[in-house]
C-alpha cells in the first residue's frame, strides 16, 4: 500500500516520504482491532514534535512511523475480539498516537476508537470533524464542565479547533467572546463567536470576566487569561502543562482521548445543521508531502483525500 512515512525527527515535515508498505490484515493485528481502508485522513501539524510518533509506549525506536491519526474509511477486515463493527461498515475515528496512523490506504485501529460514519456524511467531512471535534467537546464539556448561561473565552476562535468549540459552546447555551489575529473576526463571528478580541490590537483584558476559558495558544495569553477567570472558574488547555491557576479555580490541560459516543453525538450535530466543519484545503495522498510542505498558510483544516 502507498503510506506517508517519517524516520528522521529533527528533519520534520522536510523529511516525510511517500513509500509501499505492507498492507495490515485482519489476522496479524491486535485483539480488538479492525482494518480500515482510509478514504480521508487528518494530520495535526505539530505532531511530528510529539515523543509518541518516535517511539512506543516502552519507550523503543519505532520509525519509519507513519504520521496522521483521523481518518474516515470502510472496514476491511477484523481481528479476534472485535465487536461492534462489521466488514464494509463506514467509521471515522481517532487513531492510537503510538501506533502507525492514517496517511495511508490502510490501517489497523482498535475498534473501540471507531464510530459509524452515516452514509449522507462525505469521508473528508467525517475525518475533518474527529480532532477539532473530540478536543472541543473533551475541554469544554468533560474537563471545562461548560454549562448554559456561563460564558466562555475561546482562544483561536477562528482556527480549526476554536472554530468547534465555539460553536459547540453556544450550542450549549454559553455567552462565547472569541480570540485571535484582526483577520479571522468575521470567521470568528460566522462560527457563532458573540464577540471578538484581536489579540494583536484590542485589550484581551477588556474582555471582563469569563467562567471558562479556552486555551489553544499558552504561553503568555494563557497567563493573562487566568486572570480573566471568575472565581471557582477553570483554564483548560491543550499546550501541556502549565503553573497558571485562576483565583479560586482550577488549571486542566488535557490530551485528547478516542470516544466512539462523543463522535456520534458530533456527527449528528453535523447532519443537522448544528455544526460546520472548517475546512481549509483537500489534497491526495501522492501530493500530500508537497502539501504539508507549503508555504502557503491555510486557514482550517487539511485534509488528505487518500480515495477518490
Request: glycine share 14%; hydrophobic share 40%.
Amino acid at each position: 500500500m502507498k503510506a506517508i512515512i517519517v524516520t528522521d525527527q529533527a528533519a520534520g515535515i522536510a523529511g516525510m516520504k511517500l513509500v509501499e508498505r505492507p498492507e495490515p490484515n485482519g489476522e496479524g493485528a491486535n485483539y480488538g482491532d479492525v482494518v480500515v481502508q482510509v478514504y480521508a485522513s487528518g494530520f495535526t501539524g505539530d505532531e511530528l514534535s510529539w515523543p509518541s510518533t518516535w517511539i512506543d509506549r516502552l519507550g523503543r525506536d519505532r520509525t519509519p512511523s507513519i504520521p496522521g491519526h483521523e481518518l474516515a474509511g470502510v472496514v476491511t477486515a477484523l481481528s479476534y475480539g472485535t465487536t461492534g463493527l462489521s466488514v464494509g461498515q463506514r467509521v471515522f475515528g481517532l487513531t492510537d498516537w503510538t501506533r502507525d496512523g492514517t496517511l495511508a490506504e490502510y490501517v489497523a485501529v482498535e475498534a473501540r476508537n471507531l464510530a459509524p460514519l452515516p452514509g449522507d456524511v462525505d469521508f473528508t467531512a467525517g475525518a475533518a470533524l474527529v480532532m477539532p471535534g473530540l478536543t472541543a467537546w473533551q475541554g469544554l464539556f468533560e474537563h471545562g464542565r461548560l454549562r448554559a448561561g456561563q460564558s466562555v473565552l475561546v482562544h483561536g476562535a477562528a482556527g480549526v479547533v476554536g472554530s468547534m468549540a465555539v460553536q459547540l459552546a453556544r450550542e450549549a447555551g454559553a455567552y462565547v467572546i472569541g480570540t485571535g489575529r484582526a483577520d479571522g473576526r468575521q470567521t470568528a463571528l460566522d462560527f457563532g463567536a458573540q464577540e471578538f478580541v484581536d489579540l494583536e490590537n484590542d485589550v484581551l483584558e477588556d474582555a471582563g470576566g469569563v467562567d471558562l476559558v479556552f486555551d489553544v495558544l499558552g504561553g503568555d495569553i494563557a497567563k493573562r487569561s487566568a486572570g480573566l477567570i471568575r472565581a471557582g472558574g477553570t483554564l483548560v488547555t491543550i499546550t501541556g502543562p502549565t503553573d497558571v491557576r485562576p483565583a479560586d479555580g482550577l488549571t486542566v490541560d488535557f490530551v485528547v482521548m478516542p470516544d466512539r459516543t462523543q463522535l456520534s453525538g458530533i456527527v449528528q450535530r453535523l447532519r443537522e445543521g448544528r455544526l460546520r466543519t472548517h475546512i481549509g484545503a483537500i489534497s491526495t495522498l501522492d501530493d500530500a508531502v508537497a502539501t504539508f510542505n507549503s508555504t502557503r498558510r491555510v486557514k482550517g483544516k487539511t485534509i488528505i483525500r487518500v480515495r477518490p
